[in-house]
């Protein structure tokens, strides 16, 4: 009995049919994201899949476009089942962070089978990352790092401070710094981006393992300084400004700061790795 095979390239414009399903998949990925009230990771998201697109969308000349029918249905399977749950969604937790790179492997599958999945690792790898705060909250907890370096922060500044564990104590009011708060998945996501960046624009390895520590590095000192800003607060009695910097908009300030500041970080790097290939290229005539 011969195997039944499904090509997507027998399709007529299959790239065309690829995108415009990929397309509807994502934008009801991101409005669920949306309904859910995470703008943080809505945005990180957004700024992902659309990295992600632009890179399999300049090699999708080179790509396998055969899957199986087994390939093709389980595909589908983790494409419908990801919908149904979003449509009956009641409650938002690890499921967020998971559906991209379910929904990922799921077109992926449709695409190329499972046998083509290695043309997409690196993409896949690098949303796996958005869910790595989530699945590693349970086990990863840098409370007490953040709020000793944060203590650090005040007390450089001039702030009478003190600290038990992840309370942060100043004469007029303290704080608790919880797992939330820690700037772990601020972490995750700038390494993500820092991941994202060496994909776009390759390196040695000597700038592989410096650019994403540099991301990291950013993400901690930037969330330490928000959680500074947020215990002066506090200690001042303005509440109403700690619950804007704490859980409104102002907590995607320092987000943007993060990214903004990596952002600096990367442009200034290719310059001075521009600069230098030019003084090679002269020197070598």
């Given at each position: 009995?011969?195997?039944s095979?499904f090509?997507?390239s ?44 632009s ?13 199986e ?23 938002f ?7 991209p ?10 695409a190329?089978?499972?046998k083509?999945l290695?043309q ?22 840098i409370s ?10 005040l ?45 776009m624009?390759p390196q ?36 109403e ?9 102002g ?11 990596f952002?600096?970080f990367?442009?200034?790097h290719?310059g001075?790795?521009e600069?230098?290939n030019?003084d ?5 005539k």
């Amino acid at each position: 009995m011969k195997a039944s095979q499904f090509t997507v390239s027998q399709l007529k414009y299959p790239q065309i049919w690829l995108l415009a399903i990929g397309a509807g998949l994502i934008a009801i990925n991101l409005a669920v994201l949306w309904k859910a009230n995470n703008s943080s990771l809505l945005g990180m998201t957004f700024l992902f899949w659309a990295a992600i697109s632009s890179l399999v969308w300049e090699k999708r000349y080179s790509l396998n476009l055969e899957s199986e029918i087994f390939s093709s249905f389980f595909g589908l399977t983790l494409i419908a089942l990801l919908l149904i749950k979003s449509i009956s969604l009641t409650s938002f937790g690890v499921f967020l962070y998971l559906s991209p790179v379910i929904l990922a492997i799921g077109l992926a599958l449709l695409a190329s089978g499972f046998k083509g999945l290695k043309q997409y690792k690196a993409e896949l790898f690098i949303l796996f990352f958005l869910s790595l705060p989530k699945l590693l909250s349970s086990w990863l907890d840098i409370s007490l790092l953040t709020a000793k370096f944060t203590t650090l922060i005040l007390w450089y500044t001039g702030f009478e401070v003190a600290r038990n564990g992840t309370l942060i104590y100043l004469p007029t009011g303290s704080v608790e710094v919880y797992s939330g708060c820690s700037g772990i998945e601020l972490i995750f996501q700038l390494v993500g981006l820092a991941l994202l960046f060496l994909l776009m624009f390759p390196q040695n390895l000597k700038y592989q393992i410096l650019i994403p520590f540099v991301a990291g590095t950013l993400a901690f000192i930037v969330n330490a300084l928000r959680v500074a800003l947020m215990a002066i607060l506090v200690a001042q009695g303005h509440m109403e400004v700690f619950d804007y910097w704490h859980e409104g908009d102002g907590s995607l300030v320092f987000s943007l700061i993060a990214v903004l500041l990596f952002g600096l970080f990367c442009w200034f790097h290719l310059g001075r790795s521009e600069l230098r290939n030019k003084d090679a290229t002269e020197s070598s005539k």
